[in-house]
């Protein structure tokens, strides 16, 4: 059968209106998601796993539950144009535009995903800075100067008393560090599309990993050594950058 018989329009059309509808069903259930995030992030201490709990349930209801009902239909809809005769090549464009919404749907969660996760983080940063006191003087243990102590350190230093010449161990506040995860959160929204493109293929990692520790290393210069290390490692194996 011909892609210009009506019995054919008709299906073509009937399947366009199903993945339009696939497509408001995931804004609206995305959407509907909006307000109750938004007063669990205005909810959070230093962590955000309950906002991690919250976007798998999310998940589930939306990309989930809609690419199962894609399958499913897509099933059905195969099985009635081979009914009618349909040649294969006709079938092949609807099927493309069908990938091509169940891809769209997983990218967008993606990026939903990114941001809500950075949303938390601006959170936790503004409670981690108003609780960490900048000014709190660390006196020298041997003989009780004050010391000068980096507070947004994320490893435990040691400072030389500069009267004395003893070393002390200073402790960075538990909460600091937790600003590591903070930054991570941003870089990820910062190299989102990146990210979105590497999940796709690991051959777009090398694009991805740099943007993402370029980002943190720009902000915990502290950590520079560290995170290059950790990125060099990703950058040099096959399974994060692809061969
Ligand atoms: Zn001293």
């Known amino acids: 059968m011909s892609n210009d018989s009506a019995e054919y329009k008709a299906l073509v059309e009937r399947?366009?209106?199903?993945?339009?509808?696939?497509?408001?069903?995931y804004t609206e259930v995305i959407d509907s998601s909006r307000e109750p995030l938004k007063d669990m992030i205005g909810g959070l201490q230093y962590d955000s796993i309950v906002i991690h709990n919250a976007l798998q349930g999310i998940k589930n209801q939306s990309v989930y539950q809609l690419d199962k009902k894609i399958?499913?239909?897509?099933?059905?809809?195969?099985?009635?144009?081979?009914?009618?005769g349909v040649m294969y090549d006709y079938i092949v464009p609807l099927r493309n535009k069908t990938e091509k919404t169940s891809r769209w749907m997983w990218d967008e969660f993606e990026r939903f995903s990114i941001t809500t996760f950075a949303d938390a983080a601006r959170q936790i940063e503004k409670n981690i800075r108003s609780v960490v006191d900048e000014n709190v003087i660390h006196n020298c243990i041997s003989c009780g100067s004050q010391l000068p102590v980096e507070v947004w350190a994320f490893q435990a230093v040691n400072v030389k008393c500069p009267n004395c010449g003893s070393v002390n161990t200073y402790e960075p506040d538990g909460r600091v560090r937790q600003l590591e995860g903070v930054y991570s959160a941003y870089a990820d929204e910062f190299a989102m599309e990146e990210r979105i493109l590497k999940d796709k293929d690991n051959k777009n990692g090398a694009a991805y990993f740099k943007k993402y520790y370029g980002f943190i290393i720009e902000k915990l210069p502290q950590r520079k050594e560290y995170y290059e290390r950790i990125m060099n490692d990703k950058l040099n194996n096959p399974d994060f950058v692809g061969k």
């Open 15 to 25: 399947w366009d209106g199903f993945l339009e509808k696939i497509k408001s069903r």
């Open 71 to 84: 399958n499913e239909s897509w099933e059905k809809m195969e099985g009635e144009m081979e009914k009618i």
